[in-house]
């Protein structure tokens, strides 16, 4: 069995490789890159990308995006021009050799985009506050020579952590990764997922290309270092993918692109790539202001992430922190809902606590409210003059 320092070892060699030479094995080609962000770079950093899709498309104006394992820079530099001057993007990566050549072009792609807005962090993807070359020159001056020395370093690591973490919490709108995650030992997945929810701000989201399989890798192929390095030993599989942000606390959760044709097939297992967004904010008190949300179909009901049905064409009733989840013109959900607000608004000091894990459905009296009159006064005759253009 393949240690995993080893694994490490392994996808360090490979890549510092990719950055001295192109290796088009690396990972899967991507081909649906946006021209107009590719022109202004380099040949060098096109060449010696190695991804499987492109998470850049669903940047916004004004973003901080962070780039798990942003090797030469390309995604960076595109999301750089997406995100434009109010913007900011940080790229994470642990090689040097891939840093030195992202690092390279800043100052130049700065003057060509007029602004510089990207920078480049030396860091493990599963460890986003703890920036690697702070700790390597405080190393150069506090040297491990025993195992007290190193009871301080430890402690120097977590006091960065704690006190000046490299990202700090909540203060990122999306995090990306093109092929990356796949190459995280296996026991810090989880940790990895977890720091990508710790980073975002509430309604952030997460836009992450990957190598997933359909079968959980055979131990032949987990064994191998080669595969490792190569996106395969450490692929996820697909539902196991998914699952992955739904347990780190993510919403709406949803496949954005999946190539129909495997890779690779290794064993008799298919590798194949996929986009998967994702968003935060679910967390927080269910309090009742009578709103309702109304599914508008195709399916007959659908669930989401917290077990609420949506019946098709029923007033369902939702608290208040789901009806802005569902609501929200910018996230998962508002081109499926329709939200209902009450007549008379319930002001929040009067709000109760609702419970969420009951599905109710919302009577229309109590969208109306006690005062709503029974039968309204003459319609307007110019609704429904034709001479006016207007017809009820």
């Known amino acids: 069995m393949t240690s995993p320092n080893h694994v490490e070892d392994a996808v360090l060699e490979r890549y510092a490789r990719g950055a001295e030479a192109v290796e088009p094995a690396l990972c899967c080609p991507v081909e649906d890159y946006e021209g107009q962000y590719l022109a202004a770079l380099p040949k060098e950093i096109i060449e010696k990308d190695y991804g499987c899709g492109n998470p850049s498309r669903w940047a916004r104006e004004g973003d901080v995006v962070v780039d798990l394992g942003s090797g030469a820079g390309k995604i960076c530099y595109i999301l750089a021009q997406k995100v434009g001057p109010m913007g900011q993007v940080i790229g994470v990566d642990f090689n040097d050799a891939m840093l030195n050549i992202a690092r390279k072009y800043q100052n130049p792609l700065a003057e060509q985009f007029g602004y510089g807005n990207t920078r480049f962090v030396k860091a493990k993807i599963q460890d986003l506050a703890l920036d690697l070359d702070r700790m390597a020159a405080w190393l150069a001056e506090h040297p491990v020579t025993s195992i007290a020395d190193m009871q301080r370093y430890e402690a120097e690591c977590d006091r960065l952590r704690s006190d000046e973490p490299m990202i700090a919490d909540a203060s990122v709108d999306l995090v990306v990764s093109n092929c990356v ?212």
């Open 181 to 392: 995650l796949n190459l995280v030992r296996a026991r810090d997945k989880q940790q990895l997922f977890a720091e990508i929810f710790r980073v975002l701000k509430r309604g952030g989201r997460a836009v992450i290309s990957d190598i997933v399989c359909d079968e959980d890798p055979t131990p032949d192929i987990i064994a191998d270092p080669e595969l490792w390095s190569g996106c395969i030993s450490g692929a996820f599989r697909e539902d196991r993918f998914l699952a992955m942000f739904e347990e780190a606390g993510f919403h709406g959760v949803e496949i954005l692109a999946r190539a129909g044709e495997p890779w690779r097939t290794i064993d008799g297992v298919e590798f194949r790539s996929m986009t998967v967004r994702a968003y935060k904010g679910k967390d927080g008190p269910c309090m009742d202001r009578r709103q309702a949300a109304v599914y508008k179909g195709p399916w007959k009901t659908v669930t989401d992430d917290d077990g609420h049905t949506y019946v098709r064409g029923r007033r369902m009733a939702v608290c208040e922190k789901t009806f802005a989840l569902l609501t929200e013109p910018s996230g998962p959900y508002a081109a499926q809902m329709i939200g209902i607000e009450p007549y008379d608004t319930v002001p929040h000091e009067r709000a109760e606590p609702m419970d969420c894990r009951r599905n109710m459905f919302r009577a229309t009296t109590e969208t109306k409210g006690e005062a709503y009159p029974k039968t309204d006064g003459e319609p307007d005759a110019s609704c429904c003059d034709p001479g006016n253009g207007k017809c009820c």
